[in-house]
């Protein structure tokens, strides 16, 4: 059973970046699909980025050139680097793994408990 603990969220001032951290139990962690999501007030869940083992990453398009998602095997751990924050960009955000191999967002999905990014204008 996957356990996802995420940590780095906070406040920033737009411009600004910030680094989320999720870290991952499990042996089999580098054979797992690991994403990020987030969910701002009154909005649905939607996907932010994606990683396969080593540099296979799908990015959403809100996001593409500013943010970037990468996984440390050895640290069970999977990153996403956010750079030039938007208010729009505030939310919680959520770290997913896919050991079932259904899909990110799936039902099978494990989630963390999510971390708080808010960004002032």
């Known amino acids: 059973q996957v356990q996802l603990v995420e940590s780095g969220g906070g406040l920033t001032q737009a411009g600004g970046s910030l680094r989320l951290s999720c870290a991952a139990s499990?042996?089999?962690?580098?054979?797992?699909?690991m994403g990020w999501f987030r969910q701002a007030p009154g909005k649905e869940r939607e996907f932010v980025a994606s990683i396969w083992d080593g540099d296979s990453t799908y990015i959403a398009d809100s996001v593409k050139g500013r943010f970037t998602i990468s996984r440390d095997n050895a640290k069970n751990t999977v990153y996403l680097q956010m750079n030039s924050l938007k208010p729009e960009d505030a939310a919680v955000y959520y770290c997913?793994?896919?050991?079932?191999?259904?899909?990110?967002?799936?039902?099978?999905?494990?989630w963390g408990q999510g971390t708080q990014v808010t960004v002032s204008s």
């Open positions: 499990g042996r089999t962690f580098s054979t797992i699909l």
């Open positions: 997913a793994a896919d050991p079932a191999r259904r899909g990110l967002g799936s039902p099978t999905t494990v």
